[in-house]
Nanobody, 125 residues
Framework: VQLQASGGGLVQVGGSLRLSCAAS????????MGWFRQATGKEREFVAA???????DYADSVKGRFTISRDNAKRTVYLQMNSLKPEDTAVYYC????????????????????WGQGTQVTVSS
């Protein structure tokens, strides 16, 4: 499974970005998907995830600002990020859980077995 993340960039505080992650596999609909981020000098942390049944979960720090969604026909998962803050600055990674329970949303890094290459998001104040 190959995952290609895109959509990162430089944005001012309060701005918006939409990240996309395209998967190479036709079995995309059978995967749980997640977004994680890693700021310089920090560990990778959970941002948002979506199950096969489209249940979602978010880190407390992004609730109400970020929205995860998926389009199985396009084999793509999205992360809409609004009201961005300087602390959102990080490299954002998408990930796939190919062994997921259809009704469970996974927030732990070890739950994911395939990762994209990351896309940089920088929020300037």
């Amino acid at each position: 499974v190959q995952l290609q993340a895109s959509g990162g960039g430089l944005v001012q505080v309060g701005g918006s970005l939409r990240l996309s992650c395209a998967a190479s596999t036709r079995t995309f609909s059978r995967y749980g998907m997640g977004w994680f981020r890693q700021a310089t000098g920090k560990e990778r942390e959970f941002v948002a995830a979506i199950s096969m049944s489209t249940s979602t979960d978010y880190a407390d720090s992004v609730k109400g600002r970020f929205t995860i969604s998926r389009d199985n026909a396009k084999r793509t998962v999205y992360l809409q990020m609004n009201s961005l803050k300087p602390e959102d600055t990080a490299v954002y990674y998408c990930a796939a859980n190919t062994r997921a329970n259809p009704y469970v949303v996974y927030s732990g890094v070890p739950s994911y077995d395939y990762w994209g290459q990351g896309t940089q998001v920088t929020v300037s104040s």
